[in-house]
């Protein structure tokens, strides 16, 4: 029996990006169906004043300590890290795309492509000939998806996943279901496998 | 050479709690010295506005899902959890006893006893006479300490502590120090011993 494992991210989120890099490896040999659930936390953040995303607030020491337990994170995942020179990059068009990617099979090495242009090489991933130019490298027909990415059928499915995350109880990214159970954050990953491939009956 | 980590904590946390049921058995053997940090980390939230502790606020689906990410901590750790009827329970008498323990040895065998009874028997801690109690239970001198806990002195020592944290950029509980680089949650516990034990020169 396998079950089932989701990973909701979005590309802003800098946890969101160590979870990417490591979510294969983890899963690998488990007998875990893994998918990829690409969404927008910003709307969901919105309706909670005061609870945005720490890295946005006004320079406190939560903020500076986040920066650094993010490098510490990266460094001991052996993840190269340049700080996004603006933070935090809109999401917006290449979750448009990762979301059509899921029903091709190439969300997963899309999406790590664009974590990594994120956080790796401060690449302006709201831009579209930043996301073009991933989806040309990986072998993708660029111009028809980014056209796709803007249509009606694709904006809908985004705005599904949003209510769905919303409705399932999530609240910041990344988060992690197996089944309606519920794990939040980059350090619940390891616990969401163990609970996926070890209490199915509990939960 | 030995290097020194220290545990800052607040009785009011679950995670601390958990820390505090883990950090001997971790630590042991290993070439640390560990210190026992109280303080109270509500004059420090006080200062956020909107970003109290989560516990306290509305119900949400992010106070739902500490508390269930709590009872499965606990689960996987085999500790207790009765959760507190009141919540938070207020510190102040207890953490001033604490702070006269750790001049005297008992800090963390009176810690670990006050923990378990607000987060495994629903006991109220900020009662007097549940702190008496726990202090004769360890054959301490339960009068003259809780006389000592309202005595200027240890009320400085406490105001101390709490400046201290702040100044040393603490916003959470518990939060672990090596030296000036801050841990922040039972979560980065491992990381932060990790940290203590290999990268002393690195720190």
């Known amino acids: 029996m396998s079950v089932a494992i989701e990973f909701w991210f979005d590309f802003a989120s800098p946890y969101a990006r ?36 720490p890295f946005q607030n006004a320079p406190s020491a939560q903020a500076r300590y986040r920066r650094r337990d993010v490098e510490r994170l990266c ?19 290449a979750t448009r795309v990762a979301i059509i990617g899921t029903g091709q099979g190439w969300c997963p090495v899309f999406a790590r492509a664009v974590f990594e242009a994120n956080f790796a090489a401060d690449r302006d991933i709201a831009a579209e000939p930043v996301v073009s130019e991933i989806l040309t490298r990986l072998g993708l027909p660029a111009e028809a998806l980014i056209a796709e990415a803007g249509s009606e059928p694709v904006k809908q499915r985004l705005k599904d996943a949003v209510a769905e995350a919303e409705r399932r109880g999530l609240f910041g990214t990344p988060s992690f279901l197996v089944g309606e159970e519920l794990f939040w954050g980059n350090d619940r990953l390891e616990q969401a496998i163990v609970w996926a491939t070890s209490y199915p009956r509990a939960s």
């Open 18 to 53: 160590i979870s990417a890099a490591r979510i294969e490896g983890l899963t690998r040999g488990k007998p875990l169906t893994l998918s990829w659930r690409p969404f927008l936390i910003g709307p969901l953040l919105a309706k909670r004043p005061g609870q945005a995303s």
């Open 75 to 93: 460094l001991d995942e052996g993840l190269p890290l340049v700080w996004p020179s603006t933070y935090p990059r809109g999401s917006l068009l």
